[in-house]
């Protein structure tokens, strides 16, 4: 897109105004959304520290309770990444909208090398906000298969559980 072109143009300044601002947007929501699978992490990991604590290692459920830690900080180190990715394309679509801002009142005022400055560091800002966002998204798919793993061993282990229990009860 030419100078001129964006100067007679109200909506392309219009859009890059508007499409970082819809993107950090959909960024909070992500980045709140992790804040609370943190969240649940960090609370599991709680209820199997204190099952731990309440067992001793002779126990034959401690084992079974133990496993389980691992897995856990492996998720909330991934999802901490994820977290910190979705903060700092937030800091950078916020970024990529007030350097557009910059570069249409360079536009206004008629100064071309700002304009192209700013319209440079506004595609360099939303690009890196946009590998940033990207990256988060295949850490939180990565956590997510953990977790449903997790939920499938706990789920095979239960029944037999479950059935033990009311064998000794029979």
């Known amino acids: 897109m030419q100078y001129n072109a964006v100067a007679g143009n109200p909506f392309a300044v219009l859009t890059a105004i508007v499409a970082p601002a819809i993107l950090t947007n959909a960024v ?3 980045a709140l959304a992790t804040s609370n699978r943190l969240a649940r992490v960090v609370d599991r990991t709680r209820v199997v520290a204190a099952e731990l604590a309440g067992l ?11 496993v389980q830690l691992e897995p856990l900080q492996v998720r909330a180190q991934m999802l901490l990444k994820a977290l910190r990715l979705f903060y700092a394309a937030l800091g950078l679509f916020v970024a990529s909208a007030l350097v557009s801002v910059g570069g249409s009142i360079a536009v206004y005022y008629d100064q071309k090398f700002s304009f192209e400055a700013a319209a ?8 890196s ?3 940033g966002l990207a990256a988060g998204c295949m850490l939180m798919v990565r956590e997510t298969q953990m977790a449903v793993q997790s939920l499938a061993e706990e789920a095979k282990n239960r029944p037999r559980n479950h059935h033990a229990a009311q064998a000794l009860t029979s």
Do not use: I, M
Request: glycine share 8%; charged share 10%.
């Open 56 to 66: 001793g290692p002779e126990n034959p459920d401690y084992q079974k309770w133990a």
């Open 120 to 127: 440079a560091l506004a595609v360099l800002t939303g690009a």
């Open 129 to 131: 906000a946009v590998v």
């Open 28 to 30: 909070s929501v992500l």
